[in-house]
Each structure stands twice: as C-alpha cells, then as structure tokens.
C-alpha cells in the first residue's frame, strides 16, 4: 500500500468550473492504478517528499505536509501544470523542472535549483479516500484529495507515459461523458465529480471544503432496496452516497 496524492486543478479562464482530467495508459509498468480510465493528475508520495516536507512544513504534520508536496510534484510531471508556486514561472523553465522530474530528480532538488518556493497552503483539503480490503480491489489506496485553482498563463500536456489524454471539463460535463459511454471513472472519481459539481465559483468550493470534515472514505456493502450496494458516509458533502454494485466501478 502507499499513499496516493492528487491534486483537483479548477480553471480560473476562461471560466470557473473546470478540473483537469488525464486518460491513463492501458498498458504499461508504470500504470498500476484505474488503466484506461478518466482520473485526476496524481501518484504516490515519495522519500523525497518527505524530505523536503522536513524542511517546509510549517505548522502541517508530516505526513499532511508531504502529501501536498507530492500533489504538486504529480501535477507537474503528469499534466506540466506548476501549481502553489510562489512566483509566475515561464513556460521553459516549468518545461526544464518537469524533465527534470522524469529524469528522477526530487522536487527539493529542483526548487533549490531554480531558488523557487512552494506555498503548501494553496492546496486545500477536499476528501480522503482509503478503501477496505474486504472490497478484494487489486490494490488499496490511501488517497488524499485536494483542490486548487489552475495557474494562469499555463498549459497543460500529456507526458506520454502515465496518461495519453488530458483534458479541461466540468464536473458536471463530465459526468454526462460517462454516462453517455465516452469514458470510464471509477467509483471514488465519480463520487468526487458529483461533489464538484454543486458548485459553480471556486470561492464557494473552497468554503465548502474548509466547513467539511475530511475523514477516511471507506465504502462498505449494504443491501438497499433488494439490491447489494456500495455505500459511503452521508456527512462528509457528497449529495450521493450509494451506487448499486451492478454499475460500480472499482478499479
């Protein structure tokens, strides 16, 4: 098990209410988590984050603080977004640290490099999702999720390994993609996307995030209606909280 880090970029242009989604590879070493679905940009946290979450962290406690290093350390090697940077960054030197990244140096490296700052606290809490092993998926996560509003001025792009497709969307557009048979998200993406959805100003979002307790997320099975279904907490701000098992997608 090793804990996940994803970071929920909205775009503040040319309109509030767009997040970041990646198509992972189908195939491939690298790509051991939800292959071939729609996804957040993300991974897992690594020594050298929390090294530098050592040395950073400020009033966080480790673990909070290296998982937000590694939410932005993700976001830039998969989608080449620079996020919670302290300065505007030019196009070729984000180009320079996300090679640097793919070539195996550690975030801390870099920004000692580059004499950059991160400011952790520009990413916000959003949910934490760590599933039971009695679900018998392939893998358990611990996943945390946060959000953050989309530097201006950047563009996103595909890295070519771990994704092959990334793309601006609403929450709620994407939903109605899926539905129509255009993609596949698993069942915590949907949860989330759902989420998002019920809002339509970043502002907002971030209240809602701030006001609302982020506890584990573990689904449970529950009968309901007859019907077998996989079921989360009704107080953690998802206007959803079941799915029957026939239309689950876990993995």
């Known amino acids: ?8 970029p909205h775009s503040s242009a040319p309109s509030f209410g767009q997040t970041l989604h990646q198509i992972e ?3 491939g070493e690298q790509v051991i988590f939800a292959a071939g679905a729609l996804v957040f940009p993300g991974g897992a946290v690594d020594a050298g984050d929390h090294a530098l979450a ?4 400020g009033g966080l406690p480790l673990d909070e603080a290296a998982a937000r290093i590694a939410a932005i350390r993700e976001t830039l090697e998969e989608s080449g977004l620079a996020i919670a940077f302290t300065s505007p960054l030019a196009a070729d030197r984000i180009a320079a640290m996300r090679q640097a990244l793919g070539a195996g140096a550690g975030l801390g490296d870099i920004l000692s490099d580059h004499g950059l700052e991160i400011a952790l606290d520009r990413l916000l809490p959003f949910a934490r999702w760590h599933p039971a092993r009695l679900e018998q998926a392939q893998r358990v996560f611990d ?9 201006e001025g950047q563009a996103a792009s595909v890295d070519a390994t771990e994704n092959v497709q990334l793309f601006w969307s609403s929450a709620a557009e ?14 915590p993406t949907r949860r989330n996307l759902e989420r998002l959805a019920q809002f339509g100003r970043f502002d907002d979002l971030a209240a809602h995030a701030l006001s609302t307790p982020v506890e584990k997320v573990t689904p449970w099975f529950e009968e309901r209606n007859g019907e077998p279904h996989l079921c989360i907490p009704d107080h953690l701000g998802y206007p959803v909280t079941s799915e029957p098992m026939g239309t689950v997608r876990r993995a």
């Open 1 to 8: 098990m090793f804990l996940g880090k994803t970071a929920l």
């Open 54 to 57: 050592a040395k950073i962290a």
């Open 143 to 151: 996943t945390r999720f946060y959000i953050a509003e989309a530097p």
């Open 174 to 187: 994407t939903l109605a993609r899926c539905d129509r048979g255009e993609g596949q998200i698993i069942f």
């Open 25 to 27: 590879g189908a195939s």
